[in-house]
């Protein structure tokens, strides 16, 4: 009871392949579920919900901090490069005022 506790108020945050292959381990292993999650530190109902999330869903399962869907990523890159753009045109700016003050 107290591990369970400890599970809610710390949660752990597994990448995409982790989630993947702990799936595949559990579909393919003579061994239970149970002791598969076990033996992974993960807890039990949370590897039938990834298993679960496959199934139902495999292009979209697992969407967290490891793995985006194709229109955050798309939105993260632009927005990096939106920053780059920036910044270099600050540049600019600095380099045009730099140059300006040296003409008569």
């Known amino acids: 009871m107290a ?7 710390e949660p752990r ?3 995409h392949e982790f989630k993947l292959e ?3 381990l559990s579909e393919t292993s003579e061994q239970t579920v149970a002791q598969i999650a076990r ?5 039990e109902r949370v590897l039938y919900r990834w298993r679960h999330q496959l199934r139902e869903q495999p292009e979209q399962a697992f969407p967290g901090k490891g793995h985006q869907s194709a229109l955050e990523e798309e939105n993260r890159r632009l ?3 939106l920053e ?8 600019l700016k ?6 300006s003050r040296g003409q008569p």
Not at 3 to 9: F, L, M, V, W
Not at 94 to 99: L, M, T, W
Request: negative net charge; hydrophobic residues 35%; proline residues 3%.
């Open 3 to 9: 591990e369970e506790r400890d599970e809610q108020q």
């Open 13 to 15: 945050f597994y990448s």
């Open 22 to 24: 702990a799936v595949r």
């Open 39 to 43: 033996d992974l530190g993960v807890p």
């Open 79 to 81: 927005k990096r490069e």
């Open 84 to 91: 780059l753009l920036k910044q270099e045109r600050e540049i």
């Open 94 to 99: 600095k380099v045009v005022a730099i140059f």
